[in-house]
């Protein structure tokens, strides 16, 4: 079976519709055709300041919420990125393979650092997008299910796989992004043409999906369209009507052209009428699943704990052979 790989963040609060439709839902349906490594990537959260308190917390609600969304331990491999420290370890070699000006170029970086203003920014912040290419490279993943944002990310991943492998003989394999084009990128709902992000300036184009449903069915009641009347997907004249017909199709299964043909004549009220529906009926037992993982704590650290076991068994191969191809003497 082909290997995929990917993470998310311990973000505070809740995953929003962006994570789960742009990655979290091809995670749950490549578990039954790929070998599946997910992990909750707390090392990337601290490249901002964490509370102690709030990030334990979080990595457990995030794990909770994978599962709720329906990853099954039994089908993939969930874990917590620390608790596997050769990602640590592999991430040092990839730093020193890097070049400055190539990490530079990053455009998330460039984006998350001027959000928290150049100055504040750390240099762990300006190295992850090589410890994510550490993070794909030690499961030798054939495919990472992503976002678009992620990208550039995957092709930095590539090229550090390539260079190594010319350099120190044939050792990683050099993995595929794996971006479906209907879910690529979410857009806010009150600005469409910004993606969904956890850091959006105002909450009310982010869809959280542990919010109240009723906050939920809100928002998308009041989400940006346009001035004409016509629900049509038009990506570039209508990006809020399109945005809105792609998570629609994407939740309920519904083509978008029979949503427009559904839609025709009618007004714009009714489309999101009907999509605040869906969403409750999505977000509602959503909710209820994170909580009945949340509730037993020890089960969820368990279940981490044995996923980590696995996760590191192959990790640990992949970071001797790096090692030895290197020239790093071996302890004795
Ligand atoms: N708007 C989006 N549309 C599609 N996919 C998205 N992803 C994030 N936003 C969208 C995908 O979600 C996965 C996990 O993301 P992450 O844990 O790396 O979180 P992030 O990128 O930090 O999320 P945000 O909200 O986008 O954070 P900020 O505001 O910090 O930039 C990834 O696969 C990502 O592509």
Same mark, same amino acid.
């Given at each position: 079976?082909?290997?995929?790989?990917?993470?998310?963040?311990?973000?505070? =609060?809740?995953?929003?519709?962006?994570?789960?439709?742009?990655?979290? %839902?091809?995670?749950?349906?490549?578990?039954?055709?790929?070998?599946?490594?997910?992990?909750?990537?707390?090392?990337?959260?601290?490249?901002?300041?964490?509370?102690?308190?709030?990030?334990?917390?979080?990595?457990?609600?995030?794990?909770?919420?994978? +599962?709720?969304? /329906?990853?099954?331990?039994?089908?993939?491999?969930?874990?917590?990125?620390?608790?596997?420290?050769?990602?640590?370890?592999?991430?040092?070699?990839?730093?020193?393979?890097?070049?400055?000006?190539?990490?530079?170029?990053?455009?998330?970086?460039?984006d998350k650092? !001027?959000k928290?203003?150049?100055?504040?920014?750390?240099?762990?912040?300006?190295?992850?997008?090589?410890?994510?290419?550490?993070?794909? +490279?030690?499961?030798?993943?054939?495919?990472?299910?992503? /976002? *678009?944002?992620? %990208?550039?990310?995957?092709?930095?991943?590539?090229?550090?796989?390539?260079?190594?492998?010319? %350099?120190?003989?044939?050792?990683?394999?050099?993995?595929?992004?794996?971006?479906? &084009?209907?879910?690529?990128?979410?857009?806010? +709902?009150?600005?469409?043409?910004?993606?969904?992000s956890k850091s959006a300036s105002?909450? #009310?184009?982010l869809?959280?999906?542990?919010?109240?449903? #009723?906050?939920?069915?809100?928002?998308?009641?009041?989400?940006?369209?346009?001035?004409?009347?016509?629900?049509?997907?038009?990506? *570039?004249? &209508?990006?809020?009507?399109?945005?809105? +017909?792609?998570?629609?199709?994407?939740?309920?299964?519904?083509?978008?052209?029979?949503?427009?043909?559904?839609?025709?004549?009618?007004?714009? /009220?009714?489309? #999101?009428?009907?999509?605040?529906?869906?969403?409750? *009926?999505?977000?509602?037992?959503? %909710?209820?699943?994170?909580?009945?993982?949340?509730?037993?704590?020890?089960?969820?650290?368990?279940?981490?704990? &044995? =996923? !980590?076991? #696995?996760?590191?068994?192959?990790?640990?191969?992949?970071?001797?052979?790096?090692?030895?191809?290197?020239?790093?003497?071996?302890?004795?």
């Amino acid at each position: 079976r082909p290997r995929v790989l990917s993470g998310i963040q311990p973000t505070a =609060g809740s995953f929003h519709l962006g994570n789960y439709l742009g990655a979290v %839902r091809q995670w749950v349906a490549l578990q039954e055709s790929h070998d599946a490594f997910y992990m909750v990537v707390d090392l990337h959260a601290i490249t901002v300041p964490q509370d102690p308190k709030e990030l334990r917390a979080n990595t457990r609600l995030a794990a909770a919420q994978l +599962l709720a969304a /329906g990853l099954d331990p039994e089908r993939c491999t969930l874990f917590v990125q620390s608790h596997v420290p050769e990602h640590a370890q592999l991430g040092w070699i990839m730093n020193c393979l890097t070049g400055f000006g190539e990490a530079s170029r990053m455009t998330q970086f460039k984006d998350k650092s !001027a959000k928290q203003g150049a100055d504040r920014a750390t240099v762990g912040l300006f190295t992850y997008p090589v410890l994510q290419v550490a993070d794909i +490279l030690l499961y030798q993943a054939n495919q990472v299910p992503v /976002g *678009e944002d992620q %990208r550039q990310h995957i092709e930095l991943t590539r090229d550090l796989a390539e260079r190594f492998n010319s %350099r120190f003989g044939p050792t990683f394999t050099v993995p595929a992004p794996y971006i479906l &084009k209907e879910t690529a990128k979410i857009f806010d +709902l009150q600005d469409p043409a910004i993606k969904m992000s956890k850091s959006a300036s105002t909450p #009310k184009g982010l869809i959280n999906l542990l919010d109240d449903p #009723k906050v939920t069915a809100k928002k998308v009641r009041s989400a940006v369209t346009d001035t004409d009347t016509v629900i049509r997907y038009d990506a *570039e004249k &209508k990006p809020g009507v399109s945005n809105l +017909l792609s998570i629609y199709s994407t939740l309920t299964g519904t083509a978008v052209p029979d949503l427009e043909q559904k839609y025709e004549g009618k007004g714009y /009220g009714a489309l #999101k009428t009907d999509l605040a529906e869906v969403m409750v *009926e999505f977000v509602t037992p959503f %909710r209820t699943r994170t909580q009945e993982y949340l509730d037993d704590p020890e089960t969820l650290d368990a279940l981490l704990a &044995k =996923g !980590a076991e #696995k996760a590191r068994t192959v990790a640990a191969e992949t970071l001797a052979q790096t090692y030895d191809r290197m020239g790093l003497l071996p302890a004795k």
